[in-house]
């Protein structure tokens, strides 16, 4: 498995790692085709294959996806790290330190490895939410930072408002089909050793090329995501087939391809969600693939051609108006 250093900590984390929005989340459609066995089974395959760092949230699944990973980690809580976050409405003070003990409870853990704060609020100030970060520093509460959807601008201001600690990492949307933070966040944080915490890299699923303009999933997470519309599926069409003749060509699954792509690049760990043993075991696996730079650039050549429009916004708007 290949590995990632967490900001300047000196800790190596495993490049692919496992995210647990779906564990607990209706929204997701958990209880329907995947139950807590399955999510708990996605846990143990993922540190058996190599994974070293579990995603989770204090808002998935109303805390649920915390809880499940209590339980699932009472059998290999040492071989593995937890990173967590604080919600954008817990991040006052007070708010940041109950919401944490809080996770701490669910987790059954005395220490969260990385505690990030989810989103922005532009509402409560940032040197608020950071005094209250490095306060459970101090108190042994969690080991180190981090952030999630921070744009350049409230990164280098989180980092400002911290006196002894840093940001070791940014949490945000990063796959081959939406690559905005290319244009300056990665960058600055490949400079300043802040590691990026690619979530969707699968693109919520289009990447492993199993939907379709006429197979869509039909959960309510998909249903608000402009890529997964028949519209951008019809036109992603020929890259997907692209992407599945490398595949073939690699030995892998569009999916591994996919993954091995984003963490070719340095300081960049992918957070890939799993709903149940077998979709863990096939992303952690990815970690090990290695792509020529060949490869590399014409996989990156065909996504750039290929961006979302405004009608497949509209047009996943009406999806959910007609639910
Ligand atoms: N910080 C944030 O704001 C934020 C936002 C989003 C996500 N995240 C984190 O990032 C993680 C991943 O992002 P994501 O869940 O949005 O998207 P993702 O990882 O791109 O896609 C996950 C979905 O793809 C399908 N899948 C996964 N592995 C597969 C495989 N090997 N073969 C076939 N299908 C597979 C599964 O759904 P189906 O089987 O139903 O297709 C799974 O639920 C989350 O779990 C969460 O930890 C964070």
């Known amino acids: 498995m290949k590995l990632v250093e967490l900001g300047s900590t000196g800790i190596r984390v495993s490049s692919i790692v496992l995210g647990t929005w779906q564990f607990g989340s209706a929204t997701w459609g958990y209880g329907k085709g995947y139950s807590e066995r399955d999510c708990m089974e996605a846990v143990w395959a993922s540190v058996e294959a190599g ?89 042994g509460k969690i080991r180190h930072i981090g952030v999630s959807n ?30 905005q933070i290319e244009k300056e966040l990665l960058p600055y944080c490949v400079r300043e050793k802040i590691t990026i915490l690619a979530y969707s890299p699968l693109a919520q699923g289009v990447l492993t090329g199993k939907y379709s303009a006429d197979n869509l999933p039909k959960d309510l997470v998909r249903t608000v995501n402009p890529l997964v519309s028949s519209s951008y599926l019809r036109r992603a069409k020929p890259l997907l087939d692209e992407l599945r003749r490398i595949a073939a060509e690699v030995n892998a699954t569009m999916a591994q391809v996919a993954l091995a792509w984003l963490v070719s690049k340095p300081y960049v760990a992918a957070i890939a969600g799993a709903k149940n043993r077998q979709q863990a075991l096939e992303n952690a696996a990815a970690g090990k693939i290695t792509l020529t730079d060949k490869q590399i650039e014409y996989i990156s050549s065909l996504s750039r051609q290929l961006r979302p429009n405004f009608l497949d916004g509209v047009r996943s708007f009406v999806r959910v108006v007609a639910r």
């Open 51 to 139: 994974v070293n760092l579990i995603d989770t949230a204090e808002v998935y699944g109303l805390g649920v996806s915390e809880q499940i990973i209590g339980k699932a980690l009472k059998e290999v809580r040492d071989e593995v790290l937890i990173a967590t976050k604080v919600a954008g409405h817990h991040l006052t003070y007070d708010g940041v330190l109950k919401a944490c003990e809080r996770s701490l409870n669910r987790l059954g853990l005395k220490m969260i490895d990385l505690y990030q704060v989810h989103f922005p609020n532009p509402l409560i100030p940032i040197g608020q939410t950071m005094k209250a970060m490095e306060k459970l520093v101090k108190d």
């Open 150 to 179: 921070f744009s350049l601008g409230r990164l280098i201001k989180a980092r400002e408002a911290l006196k002894s600690e840093d940001v070791v990492s940014n949490q945000v949307r990063y796959n081959l089909l939406q690559r």
